[in-house]
């Protein structure tokens, strides 16, 4: 039995290495993830999260360092590890000219789903991803967020314990994407972990904890609102005011004003001090007169985390 098993973590990597000749693609990452949790794992294109992915799941052999998935080596137990995991991309691996209920059949034969078990998994999986009225309407003809569903269902008709989506609801709806979260939350409860992969910051929301890697390295580890709080360097103001343009213009060559950005309707305005720079907007709006609906001091969104965290690597390593 390994270490991360004996710990209850479904999946632990340490100083995780993984190099192309002299380019280095992942840089001495380390993480747990315990059962059950919603893992997220961001960053931008290009960052090394596909890479981290691909060694979870024993398709690339890391450099060097040390990593487990569900309690198996990630250099030696690549085969048993894929048996034990499931994985869905944003391309969603599905055949459009299978009905959803041969789709399903053929991820069980793929996944090697006993003969036995493959009636009561296929009406599991149509049950849980809200297919059992379409399990004869052939796959193409879903929309998108049905499509979703059902690649979902597809990476977990063997019961994985570990479960991989990597940008899983790119390309759907908003509410598709909400409903869809639904449905991760109840794999969760029933004991599945979950690493997932996004680019919308709201759903890095709805993650248990969260990592941020750049450039190959992890520069920050935590649960969101912890991850929020530790942005120390993000005094912020939401600006609301009756001409946006205007108002950047004039607020931005303040002194003590480091940043300003559109955020929805208003805007996110980073500051040194914010009392002192709150008075210098009021007072320079007022001399404009562009009438302030709202000024008010806020906690940074992930977005700002995100982008805050980015700048400061960028800082330390231009």
């Given at each position: 039995?390994?270490?991360?098993?004996?710990?209850?973590?479904?999946?632990?990597?340490?100083?995780?290495?993984?190099?192309?000749?002299?380019?280095?693609?992942?840089?001495?990452?380390?993480?747990?993830?315990s059962?059950?949790?919603?893992?997220?794992?961001?960053g931008?294109?290009?960052?090394?999260?596909?890479?981290?992915?691909?060694?979870?799941?024993?398709?690339?052999?890391?450099t060097?360092?040390?990593?487990?998935?569900?309690?198996?080596?990630?250099?030696?137990?690549?085969?048993?590890?894929?048996?034990n995991i499931?994985?869905?991309s944003?391309?969603?691996?599905?055949?459009?000219?299978l009905?959803?209920?041969e789709?399903?059949?053929?991820?069980?034969?793929?996944?090697?789903?006993?003969?036995?078990?493959?009636?009561?998994?296929?009406?599991?999986?149509?049950?849980?991803?809200?297919?059992?009225?379409?399990?004869?309407?052939?796959?193409?003809?879903?929309?998108?967020?049905w499509?979703?569903?059902?690649?979902?269902?597809?990476?977990?008709?063997?019961?994985?314990?570990?479960?991989?989506?990597?940008?899983?609801?790119?390309?759907?709806?908003?509410?598709?994407?909400?409903?869809?979260?639904?449905?991760?939350?109840?794999?969760?409860?029933?004991?599945?972990?979950?690493?997932?992969?996004?680019?919308?910051?709201?759903?890095?929301?709805?993650?248990?904890?969260?990592?941020?890697?750049?450039?190959?390295k992890?520069?920050?580890l935590?649960?969101?609102?912890?991850?929020?709080?530790?942005?120390?360097?993000h005094?912020?103001?939401?600006?609301?005011?009756?001409?946006?343009?205007?108002?950047?213009?004039?607020?931005?060559?303040?002194?003590g004003?480091?940043?300003?950005?559109?955020?929805?309707?208003?805007?996110?305005?980073?500051?040194?001090?914010?009392?002192?720079?709150?008075?210098?907007?009021r007072?320079?709006?007022?001399?404009?007169?562009?009438?302030?609906?709202?000024?008010?001091?806020?906690?940074?969104s992930?977005?700002?985390?995100?982008?805050?965290?980015?700048?400061?690597?960028?800082?330390?390593?231009?």
């Amino acid at each position: 039995m390994t270490l991360a098993a004996q710990n209850g973590f479904a999946l632990e990597i340490r100083d995780l290495v993984k190099t192309f000749g002299d380019f280095v693609a992942v840089d001495h990452v380390s993480f747990q993830v315990s059962k059950g949790e919603i893992f997220g794992f961001l960053g931008p294109n290009g960052a090394g999260k596909s890479t981290v992915i691909r060694m979870l799941c024993g398709l690339l052999t890391p450099t060097s360092g040390w990593g487990a998935v569900a309690g198996l080596d990630v250099t030696k137990d690549a085969e048993q590890i894929r048996k034990n995991i499931g994985y869905m991309s944003q391309k969603f691996s599905l055949y459009d000219d299978l009905t959803v209920e041969e789709n399903i059949e053929f991820f069980s034969r793929i996944y090697g789903v006993p003969k036995e078990r493959r009636t009561e998994r296929r009406e599991y999986v149509l049950r849980i991803a809200g297919l059992t009225d379409r399990r004869s309407t052939l796959t193409r003809l879903l929309a998108g967020g049905w499509k979703q569903r059902l690649a979902l269902g597809c990476a977990i008709v063997h019961s994985p314990p570990i479960l991989f989506l990597d940008e899983p609801t790119s390309g759907v709806d908003p509410i598709a994407r909400r409903s869809f979260w639904d449905l991760i939350y109840q794999l969760a409860e029933g004991g599945q972990t979950i690493l997932v992969t996004t680019h919308y910051m709201d759903e890095a929301e709805y993650c248990h904890r969260l990592a941020l890697i750049y450039r190959g390295k992890l520069i920050a580890l935590g649960q969101p609102e912890q991850l929020k709080r530790d942005l120390h360097s993000h005094k912020l103001l939401q600006l609301d005011t009756a001409d946006l343009l205007g108002t950047m213009r004039a607020v931005e060559a303040e002194p003590g004003v480091l940043d300003v950005a559109v955020f929805g309707a208003g805007l996110h305005v980073t500051v040194e001090d914010l009392a002192a720079a709150t008075e210098r907007i009021r007072r320079v709006l007022d001399q404009k007169h562009i009438e302030i609906r709202r000024l008010d001091a806020i906690q940074p969104s992930m977005e700002d985390v995100f982008v805050g965290l980015i700048e400061a690597e960028e800082q330390k390593n231009p």
